[in-house]
């Protein structure tokens, strides 16, 4: 008795295990539901698409097609989806291709998580490898087209990125490392460089840069000055004055710096360090033991002044959310006459990142008409009565100007950079009597 | 004569003003008043730092590079005081011991000032005995309810501890894969708790622990940018959510228990909040930095 309770048990997990596999498994086994006559699979479709038998012509066929599995990806009678897809493109192609993203990805390729397989791969057949729409670079330059041009036009190329991006990156995905890359540095680098090699050595002053990141000088995709170093170089490694900052390359820490922090920047940048200094609001991130590098690269940049990448990316870093607001805005149809520097995310354009006298680390005393008349004639803007003289209506301590109606980072979906959703709604803020009750 | 003009002046501003009462979460608070001005008239400009105890409040009234000490009785505010001195020129955070001493860090010169009570400077806080004295810059400071005085280093990644006389004690090392920390505190039972302002996280140090611990995951979803905390002696947590224009108050055990007042000029709303205090009373003081003003609330559960 208690046996058969047991099977019972058993062959009802068994049945809910089958159903629910079989469920999963709907889009590829959509075949046996049409009950298609024995050798109908595939036949009967290209009966009427006869254009695809040219297809099926092609070196690389996807494997469903090949086997004529034509109602694995589409039904043959209706569907919600265009082209009689089966379900969402994305979630046929996981139904077979299973792990292409690994689990907590540190990285992944933005048409991967939006599903856009058909980006890159044709669903049926291609010439191509891995029945890829083109070959090789050609493919991730029809979306990478600064990278594209970059790498065509550098003086000095780097070959495995002329020959192949995938040399280096990983197309779907990387589970621990940044911008795809299938292996971290230096340690993808020393694949091909030898770094037990003299001239090694020698080019790197004798300091044990082996285990050191590359791209702290060198551009991998390619440079117009010699050895793919970044085009921005700091004087002393233009020079080779390694022991500018670091100890000498024999003693016992010859990659450690001589001081820390912007101390170790002061050598130099004298003046700049003490005119920041010298203000009463400091960026505190220059204050601590990164100091400047928490901004700036201490050897070579893309970006002038050696900034770590372009401004919008290097404060993001820190002050991710308002670099949001500043993207909504941008993207936001309802901002055509977006703040030139907003829309180019040029935050140092309003605000000093080394210090100011100021609230926000504004140039002038206030983030209003002091700043916003560097690009706005604000006396011409609006015939409404602003500046010193007038009193906020809502605060006897403010005044009305740009910023009681406007927000100057990005109010995200607001429109006009308007601290409010509507013009109704900016007015009544102050003008009580003409709010509709 | 002049006490007694200030008294019916600030009680009618009391009694004038528009008494709100708001809700949010488990959190239910009252604005009371606001503090424009000193007694001359003079407008705050950009406050960032209030301190205070049942008898006084303390403001650090930034861009006026001043502080301004006033009387606490009865809800009322009196016999304001204006403290302006050479050593401490941009005060932007300001807190009281028990003595009555008040300390306030100057933003420019990045030292505390330790001042008497009535506002005499009695010298800069300099840690003495301090382990690599040359690599410190203190952001933040604390005191506790026995004096002691907690500093956040950010340039040697530390939490400084002193005995109420300026020597140091110990030092609790940040945690690793921190952001940048911003503000620090130390509730009713000893515990320090630090504010990471990029990943809008708290983080925890029991008391007489060696290191800090996560008290609550990021609150991206409820603030932006926070930049200082502090909390009541019922053990809440308040924290200043500065690019979000709010207060976000957390439990013990870091949970959410509601979100203060929001981005606004009317009264009961706030502007760029800087640092706040509440004491025993349930009173509360926030330096609405960009709203050139100090706003009071009264804490009703």
């Known amino acids: ?437 | 004569m002049k006490g007694a003009l200030i008294n019916v002046f600030l009680i009618a501003a009391v009694l004038l003003s528009p008494v709100k009462a708001f809700s949010a979460g488990t959190v239910k608070y009252m604005n009371v008043m606001s503090i424009y001005s000193d007694e001359k008239g003079a407008g705050l400009k950009s406050p960032e730092g209030v301190a205070c105890d049942e008898s006084r409040v303390v403001i650090a009234d930034t861009a006026n590079h001043r502080l301004l000490q006033y009387k606490l009785e009865d809800r009322t505010l009196t016999e304001v005081a204006e403290i302006v001195m050479p050593q401490v020129t941009y005060p932007v955070l300001v807190k009281l011991n028990s003595k009555s001493e008040i300390f306030a860090l100057d933003g420019r010169q990045r030292r505390i000032a330790r001042l008497s009570r009535e506002g005499v400077f009695k010298g800069y806080v300099e840690p003495a005995g301090l382990p690599s004295p040359e690599a410190y810059v203190p952001k933040s400071f604390e005191i506790d309810k026995e004096d002691n005085i907690y500093i956040l280093d950010v340039f040697s990644e530390r939490v400084i501890i002193l005995n109420p006389e300026g020597a140091y004690q110990s030092q609790i090392k940040f945690p690793k894969g921190h952001g940048f920390f911003s503000g620090i505190a130390v509730d009713f039972k000893g515990n320090v708790l630090l504010i990471d302002s990029i990943n809008a996280r708290v983080y925890s140090s029991a008391k007489g622990s060696e290191g800090f611990a996560t008290l609550t995951e990021s609150m991206k979803e409820q603030m932006r940018f926070p930049t200082g905390l502090t909390t009541d002696n019922r053990g809440r947590i308040y924290l200043m959510d500065r690019n979000g224009s709010r207060i976000i108050v957390v439990g013990q055990d870091g949970s959410f228990l509601g979100q203060m007042s929001e981005l606004g000029w009317k009264e009961g709303l706030l502007n760029y909040p800087s640092q706040m205090c509440v004491n025993a009373n349930g009173e509360v003081f926030v330096a609405d930095t960009n709203n050139n003003r100090v706003q009071v609330f009264i804490l009703l559960k």
């Open chain 1, 1 to 437: 008795m208690k046996l058969d309770l047991i099977r019972i048990r058993y062959s009802l997990l068994i049945s809910l295990f089958l159903i629910c596999a079989l469920m999963i498994s709907a889009p590829v086994s959509a075949q046996d539901k049409f009950r298609l006559k024995p050798g109908a699979k595939g036949e009967i479709c290209l009966k009427c698409h006869e254009p695809f038998k040219e297809k099926l012509k092609a070196r690389f066929v996807h494997t469903p097609v090949k086997i004529g599995e034509c109602s694995g990806c589409h039904n043959p009678h209706t569907s919600p989806q265009g082209k009689l897809l089966a379900a969402v493109s994305a979630r046929i192609c996981v139904s077979c291709h299973k792990n292409m993203v690994p689990e907590n990805a540190r990285s992944v390729h933005q048409i991967v998580v939006e599903g856009n397989c058909g980006q890159c791969h044709d669903p049926h057949a291609s010439d191509n490898k891995a029945v890829l729409v083109k070959e090789g670079n050609e493919l991730c330059f029809e979306c990478h087209k600064d990278m594209a041009d970059k790498v065509k036009t550098a003086r000095f190329k780097h070959k495995p990125v002329n020959e192949n991006c995938m040399n280096c990156h990983n197309p779907h995905a990387s589970g621990t490392l940044e911008a795809l890359l299938k292996d971290d540095l230096p340690a993808l680098c020393i694949k091909c460089h030898k770094t037990d090699n003299p001239a090694f050595a020698r080019q790197h002053m004798n300091y044990p840069v082996a285990g050191s990141r590359c791209n702290s000088c060198h551009d991998s995709h390619g440079s117009n000055k010699p050895v793919i170093i970044f085009e921005d170089v700091h004087a002393p490694v233009a020079e080779k004055k390694c022991n500018q900052c670091h100890e000498e390359a024999g003693s016992q820490s010859p990659l450690a710096t001589k001081k820390k922090g912007v101390e170790l920047c002061r050598g130099c940048h004298a003046e700049m360090v003490d005119a920041a200094f010298s203000k009463n609001r400091i960026h505190w991130p220059l204050l601590d033991e990164d100091g400047c590098l928490n901004c700036h690269s201490a050897h070579a940049a893309k970006q002038k002044k050696l900034l770590a990448g372009p401004v919008i990316f290097v404060c993001g870093k820190c002050h991710a959310d308002t670099v949001k607001l500043q993207q909504i805005s941008k993207n936001n149809p309802k901002n055509p006459g977006l703040c030139k520097p907003v829309k180019e995310g040029d935050c140092i354009s309003c605000h000093s990142p080394h210090s100011s006298d100021h609230m926000l680390l504004t140039e002038k005393p206030s983030m209003s008409f002091d700043v916003c008349n560097k690009c706005h004639d604000w006396k011409s803007h609006s015939t409404h009565p602003v500046g010193a003289k007038i009193i906020d209506p809502r605060n006897k301590n403010l005044s009305v100007d740009c910023i009681s109606c406007h927000r100057a980072c990005g109010t995200g979906n607001k429109p006009a950079m308007s601290q409010f959703e509507t013009v109704t709604e900016t007015c009544i803020q102050c003008h009580k009597e003409l709010e509709r009750r």
